[in-house]
């Protein structure tokens, strides 16, 4: 087997051009982030109600304090992740669509953060809110080559910067949210569309990685992508069983047992379909049931069909549930890939089969 190249993302380079999905609340959190990077990989805490269980936040008292939470939850998480892996590369996933976007990315921006990988939304601002961190790199998420293209040019024109990467997603296999107009296109569109963004990065005449993300799951994969014109994975649901994720034991073991078929798409609070693992909480959501709590418990998100509309559900208060342990009625992510696995391994070991 050839080795694999190593990944470069602005100041930064990876051993391994691997680096973990980011996998709200509270999945992929100091633990998994750090061993990941200390493994030669890139690790990415999720910010995404990062502050909810933590002892910064109290449910019961005013929802605007959740922010702030956020924040401390943060910083800690980023000093954990560090000081488990001192010379690794640490980034931060925060969701454009949140109401605490700016702050979330100054705070990891000045606690030490490598990179921001950020989408769920367009993330046209984001340099502005870092200007005075230009080591850290910025990597958007994006489904297609306009949304990249769009980003380029705000940001060369607003702030004469250019993101450091792209991850693009594979819509037809990724965990979590997925572009609604996915169903339409055909199975060769990542292909094509790895193909694209090259061209319009070359036509531009800047040089950085295109990272690909979606029901990437063992070395076969890997340089299936490699072969296919990516520089990197990011990989989410394979990281789930291993002794590090930062979830639950319960969330772990679920996962254990997870077998693609069965997956469900579900709708979600931010108005996307959303792939997750078929269980309790998800044949509610299916049947509408009135079982389903509707109840927004802490204002998170700029638009949320269960706050603004009373449709759905909370989308934090369903994902922590999950990565908490109560696994019939949390929502459990999955990415499209999702097959049985024997035990639970340390991040070393997956990184080194992977590798
Ligand atoms: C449980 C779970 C939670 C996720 N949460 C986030 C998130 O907070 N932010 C984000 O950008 N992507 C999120 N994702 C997507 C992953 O980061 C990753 O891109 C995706 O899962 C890749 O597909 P895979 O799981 O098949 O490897 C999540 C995925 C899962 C499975």
């Known amino acids: 087997m050839p080795n694999l190249p190593s990944l470069r993302i602005g100041q930064h380079i ?3 051009p691997i680096m973990q999905g980011a996998m709200a609340v509270q999945v992929s959190g100091a633990s998994l982030a750090g061993a990941v990077a200390n493994a030669g990989g890139i690790g990415l805490i999720s910010s995404f109600g990062i502050g909810l269980n933590s002892p910064y936040f109290d449910q019961s008292q005013k929802k605007k304090r959740f922010f702030e939470a956020n924040q401390l939850a943060l910083i800690d998480a980023l000093e954990k992740a560090r000081q488990i892996s001192p010379d690794g590369i640490i980034g931060v996933n925060i969701l454009v669509a949140t109401r605490d976007y700016p702050a979330l990315a100054q705070t990891a921006a ?3 953060a490598n990179a921001i990988v950020t ?4 993330p046209l601002a984001l340099p502005q809110y870092v200007r005075d961190y230009p080591e850290v790199a910025l990597v958007p998420i994006v489904a297609n080559v306009q949304s990249a293209q769009t980003l380029c040019e705000t940001w060369q024109k607003d702030y004469q910067r250019l993101p450091d990467a792209f991850i693009l997603e594979n819509c037809k296999l990724i965990g ?7 169903e339409e296109l055909d199975v060769s569109t990542i292909e094509t569309t790895i193909a694209q963004l090259r061209g319009y990065l070359d036509r531009l005449g800047i040089s950085i990685p295109i990272i690909v993300t979606g029901g990437i799951w063992n070395r076969f994969d890997i340089d299936l992508m490699f072969a296919i014109g990516a520089d990197g994975v990011q990989i989410g649901t394979r990281f789930i069983t291993t002794e590090e994720c930062d979830a639950d034991r319960q969330y772990k073991e679920f996962h254990l047992q997870a077998h693609a078929k069965n997956l469900v798409t579900v709708p979600s609070p931010v108005g996307k379909p959303a792939r997750a693992m078929r269980n309790q909480f998800a044949e509610d959501v299916l049947s509408n049931s009135p079982a389903l709590e509707k109840r927004c418990i802490a204002n998170c998100l700029e638009s949320c069909l269960c706050r603004d509309k009373g449709i ?8 922590s549930k999950a990565s908490q342990g109560d696994i019939e009625q ?3 992510f999955s990415g499209g890939a999702v097959q049985p696995v024997e035990k639970i391994l340390s991040v070393a070991e997956l990184m080194a089969s992977l590798t």
Not at 176 to 182: E, K, L, M, P, V
Request: hydrophobic residues 40%; positive net charge.
């Open 14 to 16: 990876a051993r391994y």
């Open 110 to 112: 000045s606690h030490g």
């Open 119 to 122: 989408g769920a939304g367009m």
């Open 176 to 182: 979590g949210h997925f572009a609604s107009q996915c």
């Open 312 to 319: 759905t559900y909370c989308l934090l208060q369903a994902l």
């Open 330 to 332: 949390g929502l459990m």
